[in-house]
């Protein structure tokens, strides 16, 4: 009897396990009864009938690999797929490692409309990238990583829209091109490097060149300009002193006619003063010079004589 009783508990136990399923935070589960769809859990306690009711499982990703699960998995989930070799369009085979950002929006889509959802996405992903990559070349697929993330991206998300998934990014991990191209974007770096030098050291020198030509030219102006000046103040300078010189001399003339009167031509006054200037010099020179005098000095003394004559009657 006891026997009975503990086999009756047993049962009763089981039946309560079966009738009782606790569902965590962010996952759900598919029931079927007697095989066709019933309802999708909500996360907390929830009822079934036992035997009748069974939950459905799925194929997901666990630590790369594929299992099968009952629980579905509501959080994003990310997808690491291993590299892949692509062929660019300038026909370059690389390899591109891909991370996939995904999220399961419809439990009942993700169960139902596809066998293999890991798997599925897998593959979508890998043809997609192949499209992508081989539309354009090995140049714009190292320096365009955003833009094939983009379009992978909506690709993706549209064709995984009846499969319950909602794609929100994706990105390109690695891209990693054969080894001779690498030496070969390597040299042609190196080159470019090179070049950019030597235009700038040619564009330094040529800038060099030019601000001393203009330089040269400027001091050659300005010394041009300061001779300008000079001059102009140099014969400004005697012509100022010839008019003074003029003036002072006219002056002179006009005391020598104010001292001489009507007597006397100033004028012969001046240039007898000349000749007796001169013939001092004479003397006071070389005395083996010989010296010629014209003939008109002969009425020069006499006028010398007639002012000699002037001076002592005054």
């Known amino acids: 009897m006891i026997y009975v009783l503990v086999v009756l508990l047993l049962l009763a136990l089981l039946v309560i396990k079966k009738t009782l399923v606790i569902i965590p935070q962010s996952e759900t589960r598919i029931i079927e009864r007697l095989g066709k769809y019933h309802a999708t859990l909500s996360p907390g306690i929830n009822f079934i009938i036992p035997f009748i009711d069974q939950p459905k499982s799925m194929i997901a990703m666990a630590r790369g690999r594929y299992v099968a699960t009952t629980n579905i998995d509501l959080r994003e989930q990310v997808y690491d797929f291993d590299k892949q070799n692509v062929i660019t369009k300038d026909n370059v085979q690389t390899q591109i490692n891909a991370l996939l950002y995904f999220q399961i929006v419809d439990p009942f889509k993700a169960v139902y409309e596809i066998n293999n959802l890991p798997n599925a996405i897998e593959k979508l992903t890998q ?12 140049d714009q697929t190292l320096t365009s990583r ?16 009846k499969w319950g998934i909602k794609v929100n990014r994706v990105e390109l991990q690695d ?25 700038l050291t040619s564009e330094g020198e040529k800038q060099a060149v030019i601000l001393k030509s203009e330089a040269d030219k400027t ?26 010189k003029a003036e002072a001399e006219a002056v002179a003339i006009q005391k020598i006619a104010e001292a001489l009167g009507d007597k006397t031509n100033p004028a012969n006054y001046l240039l007898a003063q000349k000749y007796i200037q001169m013939m001092q010099e004479l003397a006071e ?8 005098l014209p003939y008109e000095a002969t009425n020069l003394m006499g006028s010398i004589g007639g002012i000699k004559e002037m001076f002592k009657e005054v």
Do not use: F, H
């Open 175 to 199: 891209i990693t091109p054969p080894e001779s191209v690498l030496q070969a974007m390597e040299k042609q770096m190196q080159a470019e490097r090179n070049k950019r030098a030597t235009i």
């Open 127 to 138: 043809t997609t990238l192949r499209n992508i990559i081989g539309e354009l070349e090995l």
């Open 285 to 292: 020179g070389d005395k083996t010079k010989t010296v010629y």
């Open 219 to 244: 001091a050659v102006i300005n010394r041009a300009e300061a001779n300008k000046q000079q001059k102009i103040l140099q014969a400004e300078g005697e012509a100022q002193a010839r008019i003074r």
């Open 146 to 161: 955003d833009t094939i993330n983009t379009k992978l991206r909506a690709v993706l998300d549209d064709a995984t829209n």
